[in-house]
């Protein structure tokens, strides 16, 4: 005689082990985007109430990492610091290759204003070149590591030519423009002579303005710093006898120069201020990196910048 009851007989799950394990797999995707949905809105609520959230007298940290670019809301940020009456000195904490030169100019300039009302010194943790350097001026005092990697002064216009392989697989690429210099340099092609001409016109303004900052802000004679903005990248002890930085060491250091030069209490807490990474610290850092990898990038991979940039990476091997 047979056990089973007529329930269990009509159940389709019985009858097709596939479909109870689909519904059991919906579930758990449905409990998965819940949760999802749960800490993306804790995540923007953790955001805004860091934002809103007054804090005592305080030292705020700025973190410049990565690739450079424009940014409006780091402009926002800035200034409400320095217009914050809480905030007694900044802590510049500089990882980054640079990236681009309008970038740059942005973050020297604006945190040029920040100085004019607070204290602002530079930490230069693995390296801080090109547009990251620029950053790194703007500021009072800066430190590195013994065997950070500082400088590469220089501005770079990159050109792909591509002419050949489209030639091997039969693409011909044609274009009407207003003028000779249009939409140049083509990747289809070398970069012609008179758009040689045009470009190392762009390039070398860029790099005068850049040579001109340093020298002024590092306190050297112009020629000197036009000697070291060959492009190099110096290690923090070589940075310190080109007069490049200002003392080795690291955020500590850091502090203890803001108490003893500026006044700055010794007891202050140091506060990350921007960027806010929301409710939970790393939360962004971490579903960007989800996400890259999804797309099959490295975590860290360096981003493509179009037009003139100010940025120091190691060349194919």
Do not use: C
Request: aromatic content about 6%; cysteine-free; proline content about 6%.
């Amino acid at each position: 005689m047979s056990t089973m009851s007529t329930e269990t007989k009509d159940d389709p799950a019985h009858l097709i082990p596939v479909t109870g394990q689909l519904r059991a797999s919906r579930r758990r995707w449905r409990v998965l985007a819940f949760i999802a949905l749960a800490v993306a809105i804790l995540a923007v609520a953790g955001r805004f109430a860091l934002r809103n959230t007054p804090v005592a007298d305080h030292i705020a940290r700025i973190t410049i990492d990565g690739t450079i670019s424009s940014d409006p809301e780091r402009l926002a940020a800035f200034k409400k610091l320095a217009d914050d009456p809480s905030v007694k000195a900044v802590i510049l904490a500089i990882n980054s290759p640079g990236g681009t030169t309008a970038g740059g100019e942005e973050l020297y300039e604006s945190l040029s204003a920040l100085r004019a009302k607070k204290p602002v010194v530079a930490v230069i943790a693995e390296l801080g070149a090109s547009a990251a350097y620029m950053t790194a001026i703007a500021s009072d005092r800066i430190f590195a590591r013994r065997l950070s990697m500082v400088g590469s002064i220089g501005v770079l216009f990159q050109h792909v030519d591509l002419g050949k392989l489209l030639n091997t697989v039969g693409v011909n690429l044609d274009k009407v423009a207003s003028g000779p210099l249009k939409a140049e340099p083509d990747f289809s092609g070398p970069i012609k002579p008179e758009v040689r001409v045009a470009l190392n016109a762009l390039i070398t303004d860029s790099f005068n303005w850049f040579v001109d900052i340093v020298a002024e802000r590092r306190g050297i004679p112009r020629p000197q710093a036009l000697t070291l903005a060959d492009g190099r990248v110096l290690t923090g002890r070589q940075a310190l006898d080109a007069k490049l930085i200002d003392a080795i060491g690291g955020e500590a250091e850091a502090k203890s120069w803001l108490e003893s030069d500026k006044k700055i209490a010794p007891d202050l807490p140091i506060i990350t201020q921007f960027p806010l990474e929301g409710g939970w610290p790393g939360l962004g850092k971490f579903f960007g990196s989800e996400a890259r990898a999804v797309l099959g990038l490295p975590a860290n991979a360096p981003i493509a910048l179009d037009g003139l940039v100010s940025l120091w990476q190691v060349g194919p091997s």
